[in-house]
């Protein structure tokens, strides 16, 4: 307000110098008490501006000292205000550090100190004394939070994390329902909740929490999607060996629901196309899986693909197994089972063919089985030999360490079956619990020899006593000549210690 009366008074003050200048300064006089005073008006005029300026300055003077106390008392409570936020600060610094009673000092000095962040000093002081060990006096602090609107739902996840550090899990669940009804939008709750379903293997209550997560826009509908697939899909598990064909039919619809959902869901698709093929469906199961692979090639769809028909013969099969590689011939699956195929098929020469565009393929235990086959097919059994010694130290191969080529694949247990519920809602991707636990190793080996066949002419001759015929070191050479027994009495032939024993490399029956 002083501020403003001085530049009024700059500015009549120029007004008047400027009427005073032009030669007309006029006249002014005043009678009071027998004084009379005269003037120009121009004087009159600024006697009168400077007379107002010098009353508003002494007013707001009188102000200023009157308020003195006041100002006071705001700069004490703003000097404590700031000393109350370092406390805080450096409060919640030493839980972060794990520095319990140096946090818990501040968090007492801050509740002296700070009167306007109640809220922050318990978040501070339950911290403090969690940090210090003190579970007693936290939980305590987190009971007092639930009193408070504004902090009953930070009150309510501490609680929750306290009790699940204690392991007492129905207490942890319990504050995450209150929770979960109390904020649309507390995904930490909806999550507990989910693992604790998931944990009892409760699909149906899984599902309801995933459908109202998507409605109450917790979740995205893409994770909504893929969490709905792999529920349904291990709701159909949990009743596919049931006896009761209505239990059965129940299976067959939570699949078939997940199929619809994701196409491409590999355990899915391969469990609706088991039961369908169990009903007589086999086109219909065929058909799934031929759009699935079309999606995602996954070694459980061939295998799948090929136990649809039991009565047909293996050139057959074959040439069905053909035809689903064709469908995605780009996809590494594809190329694999082009040689399966040719295999299944009694065709060694095919299967080779298709070998040699795996040359790349990094040599995993499964790559390596394969080509051992093949090299087992052609009859090179020391090559399949090689290959059965990479394929001992190559990696497992995460894909096909969830299958079993003569049972059931995705043989999940309740534990496997939550696990990729979660991983597959969040990334899209299967787990392999198989291949984690290390219960898979290479398969589908061929039966080989584990020692060369004894057939060379020198072992021979070692076993019967005949003549002994050296080795050259040149395997061409074949016209050394033969040694002939030692002249009675003298001294029996040396052996020739630095040739090379040359072994065949046909095979023998296993044994």
Same mark, same amino acid.
């Given at each position: 307000?002083?501020?403003?009366?001085?530049?009024?008074?700059?500015?009549?003050?120029?007004?008047?110098?400027?009427?005073? =200048?032009?030669?007309? &300064?006029?006249?002014?006089?005043?009678?009071?008490?027998?004084?009379?005073?005269?003037?120009?008006?121009?004087?009159?005029? !600024? /006697?009168?501006?400077?007379?107002?300026?010098?009353?508003?300055?002494?007013?707001?003077?009188?102000?200023?000292?009157?308020?003195?106390? *006041?100002?006071?008392?705001?700069? *004490?409570?703003?000097?404590?205000?700031?000393?109350?936020?370092?406390?805080?600060?450096?409060?919640?610094?030493?839980?972060?550090?794990?520095?319990?009673?140096?946090?818990?000092?501040?968090?007492?000095?801050?509740?002296?100190?700070?009167?306007?962040?109640?809220?922050?000093?318990?978040? !501070?002081?339950?911290?403090?004394?969690?940090?210090?060990?003190?579970?007693?006096?936290?939980?305590?602090?987190?009971?007092?939070?639930?009193?408070?609107?504004?902090?009953? /739902?930070?009150?309510?996840?501490?609680?929750?994390?306290?009790?699940?550090?204690?392991?007492? *899990?129905?207490?942890?669940?319990?504050?995450?329902?209150?929770? $979960?009804?109390?904020?649309?939008?507390?995904?930490?709750?909806?999550?507990?909740?989910?693992?604790?379903?998931?944990?009892?293997?409760?699909?149906?209550?899984?599902?309801?929490?995933?459908?109202?997560? !998507?409605?109450?826009?917790?979740?995205?509908?893409?994770?909504?999607?893929?969490?709905?697939?792999?529920?349904?899909?291990?709701?159909?598990?949990?009743?596919?060996?049931?006896?009761?064909?209505?239990?059965?039919?129940?299976?067959?619809?939570?699949?078939?629901?997940?199929? #619809?959902?994701?196409?491409?869901?590999?355990?899915?698709?391969?469990?609706?196309?088991?039961?369908?093929?169990?009903?007589?469906?086999?086109?219909?199961?065929?058909?799934?899986?031929?759009?699935?692979? #079309?999606?995602?090639?996954? %070694?459980?769809?061939?295998?799948?693909?090929? +136990?649809?028909?039991?009565?047909?013969? &293996?050139?057959?099969?074959?040439?069905?197994?053909?035809?689903?590689?064709?469908? #995605?011939?780009?996809?590494?699956?594809? *190329?694999?089972?082009?040689?399966?195929?040719? /295999?299944?098929?009694? +065709? &060694?020469?095919?299967?080779?063919?298709?070998?040699?565009?795996?040359?790349?393929?990094?040599?995993?235990?499964?790559?390596?089985?394969?080509?051992?086959?093949?090299?087992?097919?052609?009859?090179?059994?020391?090559?399949?030999?090689?290959?059965?010694?990479?394929?001992?130290?190559?990696?497992?191969?995460?894909?096909?360490?969830?299958?079993? %080529?003569?049972?059931?694949?995705?043989? $999940?247990?309740?534990?496997?079956?939550?696990?990729?519920?979660?991983?597959?809602?969040?990334?899209?991707? /299967?787990?392999?619990?198989?291949?984690?636990?290390?219960?898979?190793?290479?398969?589908?080996? @061929?039966? =080989?020899?584990?020692? $060369?066949?004894?057939?060379?002419?020198?072992?021979?001759?070692?076993?019967?006593?005949?003549?002994?015929? @050296?080795?050259?070191?040149?395997?061409?050479?074949?016209?050394? @000549?033969?040694?002939?027994?030692?002249?009675?009495?003298?001294?029996?032939?040396?052996?020739?210690?630095?040739?090379?024993?040359?072994?065949?490399?046909?095979?023998?029956?296993?044994?």
């Amino acid at each position: 307000m002083t501020r403003v009366a001085f530049a009024l008074f700059l500015v009549a003050v120029v007004a008047v110098s400027v009427l005073a =200048l032009t030669g007309e &300064p006029g006249r002014a006089s005043m009678e009071w008490m027998g004084w009379r005073v005269e003037m120009t008006a121009a004087a009159a005029a !600024l /006697l009168t501006l400077f007379s107002a300026l010098m009353f508003t300055l002494l007013w707001r003077g009188v102000i200023w000292i009157v308020e003195a106390p *006041r100002r006071a008392a705001r700069a *004490r409570a703003e000097a404590k205000r700031k000393q109350a936020i370092e406390a805080l600060s450096r409060g919640f610094l030493a839980v972060a550090a794990g520095d319990g009673s140096e946090a818990r000092r501040l968090a007492q000095k801050s509740s002296e100190l700070a009167e306007d962040a109640p809220a922050l000093v318990r978040v !501070l002081a339950a911290q403090a004394a969690e940090a210090a060990g003190d579970r007693g006096a936290a939980k305590s602090a987190y009971n007092a939070m639930l009193g408070f609107p504004e902090m009953r /739902l930070a009150g309510l996840r501490c609680l929750m994390l306290a009790a699940q550090a204690e392991g007492d *899990r129905q207490t942890a669940i319990r504050h995450a329902e209150t929770a $979960y009804g109390l904020a649309r939008t507390a995904r930490w709750a909806w999550r507990a909740l989910l693992e604790a379903r998931l944990e009892a293997g409760d699909w149906a209550a899984a599902l309801q929490l995933v459908q109202g997560a !998507l409605e109450r826009k917790i979740v995205s509908p893409v994770v909504a999607e893929r969490s709905r697939a792999a529920l349904l899909a291990a709701s159909a598990a949990s009743l596919v060996n049931a006896d009761d064909p209505k239990t059965r039919a129940q299976a067959l619809d939570f699949a078939t629901q997940s199929v #619809k959902l994701k196409p491409d869901f590999a355990p899915g698709v391969v469990m609706a196309a088991r039961l369908l093929a169990e009903d007589g469906k086999t086109a219909k199961a065929g058909g799934l899986i031929e759009t699935a692979w #079309k999606a995602e090639p996954h %070694p459980a769809l061939w295998l799948a693909y090929r +136990d649809l028909k039991t009565n047909e013969t &293996p050139k057959a099969r074959a040439q069905r197994l053909a035809a689903l590689a064709a469908m #995605k011939p780009e996809a590494r699956e594809s *190329r694999l089972l082009r040689v399966e195929s040719a /295999l299944i098929g009694g +065709d &060694p020469v095919a299967a080779r063919a298709a070998a040699r565009l795996l040359d790349d393929e990094a040599p995993t235990a499964r790559f390596a089985g394969l080509m051992a086959r093949v090299a087992a097919a052609n009859g090179d059994a020391d090559e399949a030999r090689a290959w059965i010694a990479r394929g001992v130290a190559a990696p497992q191969e995460p894909d096909w360490s969830d299958l079993d %080529p003569e049972g059931l694949a995705f043989a $999940y247990q309740r534990d496997d079956w939550a696990r990729l519920a979660v991983s597959y809602a969040e990334t899209g991707q /299967l787990i392999h619990p198989r291949h984690e636990r290390r219960e898979r190793t290479m398969n589908d080996l @061929p039966e =080989l020899p584990s020692a $060369y066949a004894e057939s060379t002419p020198f072992i021979r001759a070692a076993e019967t006593g005949g003549a002994l015929m @050296p080795i050259p070191d040149d395997p061409g050479v074949y016209d050394a @000549p033969l040694v002939t027994d030692p002249p009675e009495g003298g001294p029996a032939p040396r052996r020739n210690s630095g040739a090379r024993r040359r072994l065949p490399s046909g095979s023998r029956a296993a044994k």
